[in-house]
């Protein structure tokens, strides 16, 4: 096991989580810098989600919001950003702490705070304007999709009875004039319990980014809490479900119908809303590294010092699943099939430490196209402090930044 930093009293580099290489696109850039833009999306971890119990190995002078911000602040400085989308926002730190900082900086930024917790989307003001904003419920937007007979009869009101919102932001580029809406969420994580919810969750992200693009420039981006092996990623990849994604979600059952004679599941009631037709829709990071990060997420919420590996976690049984932009001379997606553990045991979750990746960055290839995005981190430098958050590293998931240029410019 590494050693423990923390505990044994060793220096500590507080700058090591800057410690990060850029990942450039073997394709030449249009050479235009007027049209290039970088995003950062980062969940950095609110009070409302972290009891006092949870993160023992985290020193309780780190342990809240406003404790971790300097490392916070001091990692969103040194990637400058033009666009920074968060997550998991305790409304005092949006309001006391993080606003003034970054208006300070040249930002401009809004919070939503239909949550306890919101997400809050900045932009600097000498890159971008505001032509307008919303906050979409996507509870609410899946219930009226669904329909007010399913709902009623299915008890869906309970299963979507937290709001689950989504900032809807366009902003125009004061270089190049083009329009660009974007999307920042976060998604429902329920311990995997409920793996259609968040897969239709995402379906209706980007439907309502696609929509508001009006099929123009587009990203969404977020903590979507699916792994690219889970039916949500496949789908938002894909387009649609495979049949193997589809026998996956069927593992959630509604509940009998009112004959009780079978179960009713939600990919079966509404199969056409487990699709989108955001054509060109890319991940950033697949992109450019040919594969999604390690993992953006890395915690273990009751401390259990030990490390399993990927496969001591994950059942090993592989499902293909051809993707729609793999080549044919390229091995097709492999994807694996849900965790157990978080299906049939969610009262085992946190008893080890948990590391996946969670969040991404999301655009469409038709109107933009990514050049570079941030490497992950060498999980070593994270092992020192047994996880995250710690000393060092302010949350317990870790900044994704992309960037992108414009196709062309208004």
Known sequence: MPEDATRNNAPVDVTLLLQRQWLQSGNPSNGAKTCQFSVVSYNILADGFTPDTHFPYCPRQYFKAVQRLPQLLRELDHHGADVVCLQEVDPHIYHDHLEPYLRNKGYSGSLSEKQLVGIATFYKKNRFELIDEQEVDLSESLKKEVGKQIVTEHGLDTLLKDSMPMMLSRLRCLKSGNT???????????????????????????RHVSKQSEDGPHLLCGDFNQEPFMPGYQMLHNGHLADTDKELLRQFPLGPDQDGLKENYLVDLIPELFSHKSEHLKSAYKTIAGHEVPFSNHEDVNGTMKFPSMDDIRQQQELPSVSRDTPEDEPCHKKKKLRRLYQTKPENYGKEVFIAALDYLWYGADELSCTGVLEMIDESKIEQFHSAPNIVFPSDHLLMKAEFEFASSS
């Open 180 to 206: 660009l809406c974007l999307g920042n969420v976060h998604l429902s994580f329920l311990t995997y319990k409920r793996l259609d919810v968040t897969a239709l969750e995402a379906a209706l992200a980007i």
